[in-house]
């Protein structure tokens, strides 16, 4: 059965961790925005180097130690193509950390993308949407 711990210890390292994937998170989408920003698709080759960017920040390093660090490295068990596919994760959802992160950046800016064609689709048939203050 899993309780949550009263451990102060266990309390203080589950905040750590949390706050050391959400500040590797924004350094993955940074990195990932560059990219995006120039319309580059994510290809398994592009992946690995938006991950060894990420980890190999200096701000990262700095704050956070290295046993938290090596937690977001990669396992070498789970080797991942080195090639200019697009990346294809199928259906599964174990992905490591800024494999995981960058995807998102990279759905989140499509989902933009789409959301913004659609918008622009409509402006040009002439009808308006409906707004919710009445205008």
Known sequence: MNRPSTDP??????LRY??????LAHIVRHIASRYIAQQVPLTWRLLHAIEAEALADLGFASRHDAL????????TALPYPETD???????SNALPAVFAFAVVAYEEAQRETARLAAGKQSAQTGRRRPRAWGG
């Open 9 to 14: 210890d266990a309390s203080l390292a589950a």
């Open 18 to 23: 949390q706050n050391a994937a959400r500040d």
């Open 68 to 75: 938290m660090l090596g937690l977001f490295q990669r396992p």
């Open 85 to 91: 596919d697009p990346v294809d994760f199928g259906a």
